[in-house]
């Protein structure tokens, strides 16, 4: 958890590439603590082909019953059957908006929401932000993705910068803001 927080956690994302690997892994976070899922972060990258979404929209339902016996993983049908229509609704948003990336960040007018919270009762589980993200996602076919799990995507991937102002990192994030 702290490599995660010291290092990746907060900073502004575009690769797709990552910003997938954040919807499947907050696809299983729904319900459970990020704890867990990032335990279980390399399993889920061997069992989700390396988070190639391309190959996971083609897994079938022999994938399905593979991936409900993988130890390695959180082992829900139902997320698993969602990470893979997921996959489809990301490629569709990747060819009308040319990347993901471009499609997210609409949601914060491009650039990241600062927010200067002094301690944890500040911080929030969703904002209007999130709350239009989710709606959006969902009617682009997209599962697990309600206001909870998309605030909690967009404070990973940088969306919103939600270190405290006494974290060291508040300061060298907000550096990667500008």
Known sequence: MLR???TEWGVPCHDDKKLFEYVVLDTFQAGLSWQI???????FRKAFAKFNPKLIAKFKASDVTRLMKDTGIIRNRLKIKATISNASAYLAIQKDFGTFANYLWQF??????VNKWKNQSHLRSHSKESD????DLK????KFVGTTICYA??????LVGDHLVTCFRHREVM???R
């Open 37 to 43: 899922v990032l335990h279980k972060r390399a399993g």
């Open 139 to 142: 009617k682009r076919g997209f």
């Open 153 to 158: 995507f967009m404070q990973g991937a940088g």
């Open 108 to 113: 914060v007018g491009g650039k990241p929401i």
């Open 132 to 135: 239009t993200m989710s709606k």
């Open 175 to 177: 550096r990667l803001f």
């Open 4 to 6: 995660y927080h010291d």
